[in-house]
């Protein structure tokens, strides 16, 4: 079956601690985005990337990183920088940033104390 | 600044019909997507409109209007797993998808 898989479902975390969420993709997909749901909010889009090696910063990239070595993974990670990090974390790709519709992965809920 | 507004909450009957409304002032405009969400779990695509009008899949339909700025999505028939939160999406122009709060939908018996 083809789809995205994020892991693990549920994450906690000490404070001041760097954290990797991961996000793989066997859809082909060359687009692939990460955003952040916090409760009463639309989803807001951390970072997104076109093309493996490349990634754009989207409106609330502050205190996280990715990268996209592999056409498949797109990893996230919530650094120490981060000053309000538990949410709950969706993973999302398309065909490329042009075409309609994204497919999500269940998600990661980051608690972080 | 660009700004989608929806209902917080709304309440509906078994085997009634609801319409929930989305307004929306983007940069540009590419396509408007609806997406249900159950709690907890990821969004699911349910409609995309690009030109006005109505698109009928099954007991849901979403409508357009560009020059209003306005869509709504009507569901029919509902069912108690309908409960949900329904999320209005715009697709500006720079192919960013500019999100709702979403409308949490409550079904009653």
């Known amino acids: 079956d083809g789809g995205i898989t994020q892991s693990p479902k549920y994450l906690f975390r000490k404070e001041g601690q760097n954290v990797t969420l991961s996000c793989e993709q066997n859809?082909?997909?060359?687009?692939m985005y990460w955003y952040r749901q916090d409760p009463g909010q639309g989803l807001r889009l951390i970072y997104y990337s076109q093309i493996v090696n490349d990634f754009q910063k989207g409106d609330i990239a502050e205190g996280y990183s990715v990268s996209r070595e592999k056409k498949e993974s797109f990893p996230l990670t919530v650094t120490s920088a981060q000053k309000n990090p538990t949410a709950f974390y969706l993973c999302?790709?398309?065909?490329?940033?042009?075409?309609?519709?994204?497919?999500f992965g269940p998600g990661t809920r980051l608690t972080v104390t | 600044g660009q700004n989608i507004d929806q209902p917080t909450e709304m309440t509906a009957t078994e085997g009634a019909i609801v319409q929930i409304n989305c307004t929306y002032q983007t940069s540009g405009f590419n396509g408007l997507f609806w997406y249900q969400q159950h709690a907890g779990e990821a969004p699911t695509f349910l409609s995309y409109n690009v030109l006005d009008g109505l698109e009928e899949k099954g007991r849901f339909s979403s409508f357009l209007s560009r020059s209003k700025g306005y869509s709504y999505l009507l569901l029919k028939e509902l069912q108690m797993k309908d409960s949900a939160s329904y999320l209005c999406?715009?697709?500006?122009?720079?192919?960013?998808?500019?999100w709702g709060a979403g409308t949490k939908l409550i079904i009653k018996p």
């Open positions: 859809l082909n997909h060359d687009a």
């Open positions: 999302a790709s398309s065909i490329d940033l042009e075409r309609e519709q994204q497919y």
């Open positions: 999406a715009v697709l500006d122009s720079n192919y960013q998808l500019i």
